[in-house]
């Protein structure tokens, strides 16, 4: 019974480049939502995604920041020409579906960014 | 953003009982209190929730006035596993619209359980 996957569970990425964070959310769920927890500081909503649709992106960063979930395949954040200030840990949550998350989100274990 | 108060720190002796208070005195008829807890470098585990009566489960008890306006988060024996951050939230559990997706967290209270 796999929880919420993410991968890679760090990831170095040099200013300029692009960094590309993975979310499997777990089996049964169609509903993904992105968290970002930068140092010292409790987690801040980003995106929230159904198969193929935005529903909500008010978190996100207007430009360089991306989120997708595709009818097949995993979740992608991505994050174009990183800057030192993205270094944080990227938390995907997901759930059954919309009206059905009276018992909480269930979070994968992040992923690390480290823009050197 | 976050409607909820929380001490930002506490202290316990392993096998006490924990009591992590949380006020949210603006909270609506239709919010519930949801109970989350960060142990450190991991994701956010959910912990317990609810609307008005008290509830309890393998991990925890969740008190909630009468008048809804504060709560209680109790770790019956705590253990050293327990040191974490614990974050109340209040939300609607069943809304339909695009907010369905946002968990307010806030600083939270540093639970800090020693031998």
Request: aromatic share 12%.
């Given at each position: 019974n796999?929880?919420?996957?993410q991968n890679p569970r760090h990831l170095v990425r040099r200013r300029g480049q692009e960094a590309r964070l993975r979310c499997s959310p777990m089996k049964g769920h169609s509903h993904v939502y992105w968290y970002r927890q930068l140092p010292e500081e409790g987690l801040k909503f980003m995106v929230y995604l159904q198969k193929e649709n935005i529903i909500d992106e008010s978190g996100m960063p207007k430009e360089r920041f991306s989120a997708e979930f595709p009818k097949e395949g995993p979740s992608i954040l991505r994050i174009q020409q990183v800057v030192?200030?993205?270094?944080?840990?990227?938390?995907?949550?997901?759930?059954p579906g919309q009206g059905r998350t009276n018992y909480g989100y269930t979070f994968g274990s992040g992923t690390r960014l480290t823009v050197v | 953003?976050?409607?909820?108060?929380?001490?930002?720190?506490?202290?316990?002796?392993?096998?006490?009982?924990?009591?992590?208070?949380?006020?949210?005195?603006?909270?609506?008829?239709?919010?519930?209190?949801?109970?989350?807890?960060?142990i450190h470098s991991q994701g956010p585990q959910y912990i317990i929730h609810g609307l008005k009566n008290n509830e309890t489960n393998e991990m925890a008890s969740l008190i909630i006035t009468e008048d809804r306006k504060s709560s209680t988060l109790i770790l019956p024996h705590a253990t050293l596993r327990d040191t974490a951050v614990y974050y109340c939230i209040v939300r609607v559990a069943r809304d339909r619209g695009s907010t369905l997706g946002r968990l307010y967290f806030g600083r939270g209270t540093q639970l800090t359980v020693w031998p």
């Open positions: 796999a929880g919420v996957m030192r200030g993205d270094s944080a840990a990227y938390f995907c949550a997901s759930s | 953003d976050a409607k909820t108060t929380q001490p930002p720190s506490m202290d316990c002796a392993e096998g006490r009982a924990a009591n992590l208070p949380c006020n949210h005195s603006t909270i609506s008829g239709n919010e519930y209190v949801y109970w989350y807890r960060q």
